[in-house]
């Protein structure tokens, strides 16, 4: 059930199976899969995951191509809740490992917030990313086309920039090649560098080869309208038109929480293995969080990997009922 | 677009990218990702994927839980012909490595078959396992509950069976510990060999520890109507009363077209990598036919990797389109 206000000190008191940080398509699967285990299951979400934003799942099997990120997070919270699992709208500022347990205190309530702690056996790190956009005086111009024609992900949208004249929005050189990736659907790739760094020679000379213009001058203005980006305006004062763009500036990765940890990570992503488990045995990291490619369909899967494991462990621990345990001998 | 018999002349003489065994839900998903990556594919489909019989779809995200099995794969065929995948009704009989490509022969055609082969650079084998079902002279009587309240799969249904009397039939010793994972749902387990092998002093003495009743002599008939099955009839003539049960027999690996390879495996199943490939670095293999859980959602997460994989190798192989080989310069 979503957990209200009122029913924080009876939460508070049980040990969770598993508490889920993360309300997105990996932490929705997994609570679908625990709580199918007979798992007693929190999903503790701070709202607006990465596939909120998503005008429309283009690959996801089983969901028409215009489905948006929305609906799916609806029906699977819904799913979820149908299985009498417990929702918690709020944000994890720490989680401290106990031993057989660990603590997670969570901020509920933006106006005067209260910060319950949860306890449970295992926990699921599935929080995820969202990416860096370009940083404008008027944001609201970023939002206006982000996860419409401005893209973030080229494995998502590389199809629909077929052809097109794409805007690639780079933060660093060393994502300067996503370029060459876009160079795969449409040969008319536009490089921005918004200002933010200088092109290695190497860089600037590939580019070339390629045919590829740059642009330093940072990014004034997205120009279009109804979502749909056609260009840039440049503080230099020059507008270039575009009919696409993919942003590529980084993300930010959402687990502060998990600061005390000592966890093996190859560069910003948690390494974990076969069955999306961390270095530490009692904490998994799904979808987005952890090495691998960020996709929903992936995420999804991950925590029907994570949800398995941690139910065989805790049913290899509890052993199986004897019959003569039922009402039914 | 579907191949009718017309179309193979043409169709034999392309060299695609990909072809995938299986039109399951691994296949399918693949064929998306492929073809959203503008690689040239072709799906090879025997038809009657073991998700065809399933009746309800219950830990999938973003579908709601009575979803048939062949309403997912009727969703992902639309989705994959709607990005102009070629997609064929046939049988693989036999693979032959060409080095830089594979010949595939295929039986098409029910009557008057014809055998076509078709090539491509990369192989995706996603043509999956069917269960063992116990073996009656009357088979329509095992189909008539088998995916109904007759299962296969203790992960997809050990929730639906929460304190029932289950039937667990098992075809050898090895399986018999499928009862103390039934056990985890219910007390209430009963067992049945089929009359198939001498069950073990140790599994007799760990079965009655549990207080789960073993029946050894062969099943004579399931009992039940309209798909639900509440029984069974024995040789020796008893009849057992059930509410569900599960079958763990084994599997058939849908995969003898790979028997010319010498591909890693691990028991029946093949071990892949990160990105689902094989031990042969242009032979992927995904969903059940590969190591590890035997999920709806983990076969569609699987196409995405080794569609992924294929494309960057395609990609990095090709090289960037340059601004100059468009039409826009």
Known sequence: MQISKELL????????????????AGGLSAGIYLKRYMLSTL???????????????????????????RSLLKTGKEHYLSLDGDFLNGFVEEVIDEGETFAIRVKFGRQNSVYPVFRCKYLIAASGIIDYLPQLEDMRNVYEFAGHNLHVCLICDGYEMTDQVVGVFVGSNEVIPVAYSVGWFTPYVKVFTNGLFEVSPENRQKLKEHGYPLFESPVQKFLGDNHQMDGVELEDGSVVELQSGVVSMGSKYHANYLENFDLEHQGGNLV??????????????????????????????????????????????????????????
Chains 1, 2 share one sequence.
């Open 43 to 69: 999903i503790i979400d701070k709202g607006k995951a990465r596939s909120f934003w998503m005008q429309e799942l283009h690959n996801y099997l089983g969901l028409p191509s215009n489905t948006t990120g």
């Open 272 to 329: 974990t293995d076969k069955m999306a488990r961390t270095s530490h045995p009692r904490i998994f990291a799904i979808g987005d969080l952890k090495v691998g490619l960020n996709q929903v369909i992936i995420a999804a899967a991950d925590g029907a990997l994570a949800a398995t494991q941690i139910w065989r462990e805790i049913r290899r621990e509890k052993g199986a009922q004897r019959w003569a345990e039922g009402i039914k001998s």
């Open 9 to 24: 000190p009876k939460k508070t008191e049980q040990i969770y199976d598993a508490i889920v940080i993360g309300g997105g």
